[in-house]
Nanobody
Framework: QVQLVESGGGLVQAGGSLRLSCAAS????????MGWFRQAPGKEREFVAQ????????YYADSVKGRFTMSRDTAKKTVYLQMNSVKHEDTAVYYC??????????WGQGTQVTVSS
């Protein structure tokens, strides 16, 4: 089992940058596929980015491609989401997700990102 704690959210101006972190505790971090999702008020939770457990291949939603970068530091059991050129529509609660090799999923508590115009 893994526990996830997000941090780094806050208020940022449109066009600015922010880096989110997700620290994992528990065993097997290197075997998990990690992802970021977000949920804006009144909307469903949506996929943002993913980094695969094998090979570290990354995938991004079209809405953030070219602006956001996801990375992982296995030694620190942490994944990051570098958010550049943020837009008002990036405002949401951002959640970290871990998926085990057998498909079991875990979620963090979320961190709020608010983009001001």
């Amino acid at each position: 089992q893994v526990q996830l704690v997000e941090s780094g959210g806050g208020l940022v101006q449109a066009g600015g940058s922010l880096r989110l972190s997700c620290a994992a505790s528990g065993g097997g971090f290197s075997t998990y596929t990690m992802g970021w999702f977000r949920q804006a008020p009144g909307k469903e939770r949506e996929f943002v980015a993913q980094i695969r457990r094998l090979g570290g291949t990354t995938y991004y939603a079209d809405s953030v491609k070219g602006r956001f970068t996801m990375s992982r530091d296995t030694a620190k059991k942490t994944v990051y989401l570098q958010m550049n050129s943020v837009k008002h529509e990036d405002t949401a609660v951002y959640y970290c997700n871990a998926e085990s090799p057998v498909g079991r999923g875990y979620w963090g508590q979320g961190t709020q990102v608010t983009v001001s115009s």
